[in-house]
T-cell receptor, first 112, second 112 residues
Framework: NAGVTQTPKFQVLKTGQSMTLQCAQD?????MYWYRQDPGMGLRLIYY???????DKGEVPNGYNVSRLNKREFSLRLESAAPSQTSVYFC???????????FGPGTRLLVL | EDQVTQSPEALRLQEGESSSLNCSYT??????LFWYRQDPGKGPEFLFT???AGEEKEKERLKATLTKKESFLHITAPKPEDSATYLC?????????????FGQGTILTVHP
């Protein structure tokens, strides 16, 4: 099992450009999450999907949209990138009764 | 609002020098407290989940404990490979499934 995978690993954008960050999990998990991690701020929840077909806002949703394409895939879209969105983005999915979140390797995004 | 504060921000130890990391939390009913390890350039890796005050869990040189207001991650006789950022997160009861609030992390460096 690959666990949680994310693409791309690194991306540079210019202000105003759009892009989609991809996330997939092969653990048959129902719930998936998108976080951003900034120095001194910890991990902050952007959006989550409790189950296929549902999505909800997290702590910092402004400037982002998400799509739960199917049970395996959960994508994050930046419609018009801003320098404030320079960050490391992590996708996670949840397992079993312990509610352990398993994280992907991250996407490093630089917006110029 | 749920809050998690970790201390110290950074900790430098000599190999074999035992110490503890602290995670203080404020939450309206604790559903679970999670510890993760994060290596540079990688996603968080799950270590422990604690559910109730008095609970303890161990894994190799690490031991996590929980009280009603804080959790400690004790590191016994650390080795250089224990160097990483350690993240604490809480899940409040009544929140949507899997939503976590993270602390800022403690950067641990173990010198040989």
């Amino acid at each position: 099992n690959a666990g949680v995978t994310q693409t791309p690993k690194f991306q540079v954008l210019k202000t105003g450009q759009s892009m989609t960050l991809q996330c997939a999990q092969d653990m048959n998990h129902n719930s998936m999450y998108w976080y951003r991690q900034d120095p001194g701020m910890g991990l902050r929840l952007i959006y989550y999907s409790a189950s296929e077909g549902t999505t909800d806002k997290g702590e910092v949703p402004n400037g982002y949209n998400v799509s739960r394409l199917n049970k395996r895939e959960f994508s994050l879209r930046l419609e018009s990138a801003a320098p404030s969105q320079t960050s490391v983005y992590f996708c996670a999915s949840i397992a079993g009764l312990q509610e352990t979140q398993y994280f992907g390797p991250g996407t490093r995004l630089l917006v110029l | 609002e749920d809050q998690v504060t970790q201390s110290p921000e950074a900790l430098r130890l000599q190999e074999g020098e035992s110490s503890s990391l602290n995670c203080s939390y404020t939450v309206s009913g604790l559903r679970g407290l999670f510890w993760y390890r994060q290596d540079p350039g990688k996603g968080p890796e799950f270590l422990f989940t604690l559910y109730s005050a008095g609970e303890e869990k161990e894994k190799e040189r690490l031991k996590a404990t929980l009280t009603k207001k804080e959790s400690f991650l004790h590191i016994t006789a650390p080795k250089p490979e224990d160097s990483a950022t350690y993240l604490c997160a809480v899940q409040a009861s009544g929140t949507s499934y899997g939503k976590l609030t993270f602390g800022q992390g403690t950067i641990l460096t173990v010198h040989p």
